[in-house]
């Protein structure tokens, strides 16, 4: 059985081989905090440190939604920060990949739907995939995006669009 460290290598090799079929070049994410406790911040952060390095393997972590392919988004989405996360949507570049990281972001989590807080990014803009956790784990951020590729490239293929 492999180790924890080889799984973790083979997820990156994985992601670099799947980034190269799907968009044939890198992967640009940016991240929006919707209103979380930075715990979920803080595991997303590990993608890019010396251990993870996911940057290594072609995923750039991108300041404006303009570039991005993908929103990464934290938290249950606050009224504060409802505003913020449609404006990032509507900027962000197609095919606005959006990864739902946390239990917070995928259906409110310990903070629920309040007078506050609407429950989950899904109230607000489309999720293309759920990654559970309270917070999840590094690997399971990468399982994420894994599967948002695979999302995109059915899509694509059935509506008989050129990827790349
Ligand atoms: S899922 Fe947990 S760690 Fe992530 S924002 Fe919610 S409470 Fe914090």
Redesign the pocket.
């Known amino acids: 059985m492999k180790s924890g460290k080889e799984q973790t290598a083979d997820l990156r090799w994985t992601l670099q081989k799947r980034m190269k079929e799907v968009l044939g070049r890198s992967l640009h994410i940016r991240h929006v905090d919707s209103g ?5 911040d803080f595991e997303m952060n590990t993608l890019t440190n010396p251990i993870y390095d996911i940057q290594r393997f072609g995923v750039d972590f991108v300041a404006s939604p303009r570039h991005a392919d993908m929103l990464m988004v ?3 989405v606050t009224r504060h920060l409802e505003e913020a996360l449609i404006k990032t949507y509507n900027a962000a570049s197609e095919p606005k990949m959006v990864v739902a990281i ?4 995928c259906g409110g ?3 629920g739907r309040t007078y506050a807080n609407y429950g989950g990014v899904d109230q607000i803009v489309p999720v293309y995939v759920y990654v559970p ?3 999840p784990r590094p690997e399971a951020i990468i399982e994420g995006i894994l599967l948002a590729l695979d999302r995109y490239e059915e899509l694509s293929r059935n509506k008989g669009e050129k990827m790349h």
């Open positions: 979380s406790c930075n715990g979920c934290t938290g249950g946390g239990a917070c972001a989590g310990i903070f956790g309270c917070p």
